[in-house]
């Protein structure tokens, strides 16, 4: 089963590649971005097809290992 | 003699420089492997700085689950000293050992100089030989280096004098509530002699000694 994980800082975290991006884009002259967060996408395969143990377990794994609680949030998309 | 363990991470290089600076201050210091899961005899650790398992998905987010973290888990719930130097420091947040996390710098840039610091918190195993108002000076050298603590209660126990890296109020170490887990992001072990720029981490790496040397039995 391909597994999608979108992590990304919460909003009140600095993101300073973030804001790097987005003063580059100003400077190129796109002036209407506001702002630019970055994130993190992974690709897993993973075995199984009880859907919703899958997104448990790959849940699991998010809040143990793929993201920091502390300063990020995370998002799981099975398909 | 006070026993120190120095972790050896896959990716640490700093782990002979805190070696040797512990045993020019008189202490007993053995290099630990990252897989070592029996700490019994050491009387505190040093987790100290490098690119542990190569700073994958997030500096110290891999680390953190080396088997040696289970004992030194115990070992600062036992109140015994468990300090971390830059990517140390990384790794005890990882582990909740320290609230907060460690970000890229505000200005992306690699940090590579001396800064001046300022103690303001003595009840810590680093830093109990100083004084509350005592400016140090030492080397930073690092990527990660922001600190940001969204719960805002970090325990600060010193502070960059003039802000290099946006940490949130300045800080350069905090240390839980016990004071026996420390995180401090630049190097004392690299400020022991003043011909090299600076002798200030010696005060630090002194009082973590003798913190080793009174810990509870």
Known sequence: MK???????????????????????????????????????LHLDVSGDDEARVRDRVEEMCEKLLANPVIEDFRVEIG | MSRIGVVVFPGSNCELDVQWALQSLGAEAELVWHRETDLRGLDGVVLPGGFAHGDYLRTGAIARFSPVMEPIQQMAADGRPVVGICNGFQILCEAHL?????????????????????????????????????????????????????????????????????????????????????????????????????????????????????VPA
């Open chain 1, 3 to 41: 597994v999608t994980v979108h992590i990304e800082r919460r909003p009140e975290i600095a993101d300073p590649e973030g804001s790097t991006i987005a003063r580059s884009l100003a400077d190129l002259g796109y002036n209407e971005v506001q702002s630019v967060r970055t994130g993190r996408t």
């Open chain 2, 98 to 214: 320290l609230p907060g996390a460690l970000i890229a710098n505000r200005d992306l840039s690699f940090i590579c100089r001396f800064v001046d610091l300022e103690v303001v918190d003595t009840d810590t195993v680093l830093t109990a030989a100083t004084e509350v108002g005592r400016h140090i000076r030492l080397p930073l050298n690092s990527y990660e280096g922001q600190y940001t603590d969204p719960s805002g209660e970090a325990r600060i126990v010193v502070r960059y004098q003039e802000d290099v890296n946006g940490s949130q109020n300045g800080a350069a170490a905090i240390a839980n509530a016990a004071g026996n887990v420390v995180g401090i992001m630049p190097h004392p072990e690299r400020a022991l002699e003043e011909v090299l720029g600076s002798g200030d981490g010696r005060v630090l790496l002194e009082g973590l000694i003798a913190a080793t040397e009174r």
